[in-house]
């Protein structure tokens, strides 16, 4: 009786195993496909590494710098209320994540000075530039390095300086292998979204999942589809790392040397507090203006049609 217990315990094991060997593949494979749905990327050799990118919409250019955890797949989903309503927007992946390099200077100003050779190879002189979340850093960079091309900057719930806020302490040595390895294991990372996905969305993204299941439909969706993209996260790994580093100490930027015209936008409820950081910007840069909605956490959730609106009336008509 003992050994056809264990004779049955061990075909459920093997069962279950193979179960969730079959998810995990679809997974990834669904993955995989999303990013090549996404777009039809493009890798240029430029100065400062190859960078990746990809582009969709007719008419004036738009660039969208992603946040951590995306590519040019975050880019464009971020983007598509602004493609649609008439804009050209171009999505890099920033270094570090997808197809593009990491070279030895990965920093938020040589990110902004990628950005503008990638600009010259495609013949773009000047154009607005929005970067969301830890892509605001490189925004700002671009924006003080380059202003005569930034027609015009918009700070996405920006995880930029706040003056007096404490530098988090560095991880001990269990958490700080935690962060080495677990985001460089796909396995590790569909095991989160799988086993505890509204553990990871107010982790990840920071926001809380309550709002999220009251969202309707179309933001709930929307939120489902930034945490899926997250995989396959080896491709993402070595740029989600130095987004960590880069964001979990921001520069302080000399943001008073900012020139052109800039939006500040964000939740007072974002658990990764950039609604300081917008504030700061805001009263930082001049004539700059400021959009902090009372809830929506890191991915504004329930705002996104009111941001994209806000967005758009800001740049102007396409």
Known sequence: MRRRRLLGLSLAAVAAGGLL??????TMDRARGAIAAAGKP????????????????????????????????????????????????IAPSRFGYLGSDFPADAGPEAQADALA??????????????????????????????????????????????PGRPAPAPPGPVAAAIIRWGLRSDALM??????????????????????????????????????????????????????????????????AGIAVPTLAISAEDDRFGTAAAARHIAATVPGARLLVFADGGHLWVGHDAEVAAAIAEFLGAP
């Open 117 to 162: 050779s990638l600009l010259d190879r495609l013949d773009i002189a000047r154009l607005a530039v929005i970067g969301g979340s830890a892509g605001a850093i490189p925004a700002l960079a671009f924006a003080l390095r380059h202003p005569h091309r930034t027609a015009a900057l918009v700070a996405l719930v920006p995880a930029t300086h706040v």
């Open 21 to 26: 060997w079959r998810d995990f593949a679809a």
């Open 190 to 255: 569909w095991a989160g979204l799988r086993l505890a996905p509204d553990r990871m969305i107010a982790t990840l993204l920071a926001t809380d999942p309550a709002l999220v299941h009251a969202a309707p439909g179309e933001e709930q969706a929307r939120v489902r589809a930034v945490l899926a993209a997250i995989l396959p996260v080896s491709l993402r790994a070595r740029g989600l790392l130095n987004d960590a580093r880069w964001a979990g100490a921001p520069p302080d930027l000399p943001l």
């Open 42 to 89: 493009r890798r240029l050799d430029l100065p400062g590494g190859a960078l990746e990118y990809a582009e969709a919409g007719d008419g004036p250019p738009l660039l969208m710098i992603h946040g951590t955890g995306g590519g040019y797949d975050q880019g464009l989903l971020f983007g598509r209320r602004l493609i649609a309503a008439g804009w050209r927007v």
